[in-house]
Nanobody, 122 residues
Framework: QVQLVESGGGLVQAGGSLRLSCAAS????????MGWFRQAPGKEREFVAA????????YYADSVKGRFTISRDNAKNTVNLQMNSLKPEDTAVYYC???????????????WGQGTQVTVSS
């Protein structure tokens, strides 16, 4: 079992930055791929970014590539999402998720946090 708690969401103007954090507890964090997903009202949950268990391989959705950076600290059991140059279309509830294997498909992930709201005003 893995417990995930996100933090760092909020309201920001377009062009601004936010840093999301996800703290994990439970089973060995370092053996899990960690992903960030988001869900806007009326839309399906979508992949944003992910980090392989080692942190060496990272993956990004095309919509955030070059603006968002995922990083993880296996010693502290945390994974972060640095979001720069935010756009109104980035507004959503952001979730972190864990699974033994990377996938951009949210249905593949076994463990989820409760989500944190990110709102980008124009």
């Amino acid at each position: 079992q893995v417990q995930l708690v996100e933090s760092g969401g909020g309201l920001v103007q377009a062009g601004g930055s936010l840093r999301l954090s996800c703290a994990a507890s439970g089973r060995t964090f370092s053996s899990y791929a960690m992903g960030w997903f988001r869900q806007a009202p009326g839309k399906e949950r979508e992949f944003v970014a992910a980090s392989a268990w080692s942190g060496g391989n990272t993956y990004y959705a095309d919509s955030v590539k070059g603006r968002f950076t995922i990083s993880r600290d296996n010693a502290k059991n945390t994974v972060n999402l640095q979001m720069n140059s935010l756009k109104p279309e980035d507004t959503a509830v952001y979730y972190c998720a864990a699974d033994p294997y990377f996938s951009p498909n949210p249905s593949e992930y076994d463990y989820w946090g409760q989500g944190t709201q990110v709102t980008v005003s124009s």
